[in-house]
């Protein structure tokens, strides 16, 4: 099994970068929108992990800050290596890179 761009060599150092960024700057989940606690430790579920928005494996940039963003290590299991795709005419306001269910206005939904 080969190691990702993000895991060794130059991508590594610049991953890491970039990844204690996100963690002082960002504080919300960019699949869910819910807030991280940056405090919880893996393997709790809602710990905080670093997600590429565009997955290494379908040609995202492995380390650019633009392609990484904070979410929870369930909401990043379960998007995997699936990519956001909106085929509907207008352009929706996205809450985050999950397609969410058209039962509801989601744009107007308060927690």
């Not at 633009?66 to 979410?71: A, G, K, P």
Request: charged share 25%; glycine share 6%; aromatic share 4%.
């Amino acid at each position: 099994m080969a190691l990702r761009a993000d895991r060794q060599g130059a991508h590594r150092v610049a991953f890491d970068k970039n990844r204690k960024i996100i963690l002082k700057t960002q504080s919300t989940c960019g699949i869910c929108g819910k807030p991280v606690d940056v405090n919880l430790k893996p393997p709790h579920p809602l710990s905080p992990t670093i997600d590429h928005i565009v997955p290494v494996a379908k040609g995202g940039h492995p380390s650019a800050i633009d392609n990484l963003q904070l979410t929870h290590a369930t909401c990043n299991r379960q998007k995997s290596d699936k990519l956001f795709n909106n085929k509907e005419k207008k352009e929706p306001k996205i809450i985050g890179n999950r397609n969410l269910p058209h039962s509801m206005d989601w744009t107007t939904y308060k927690a």
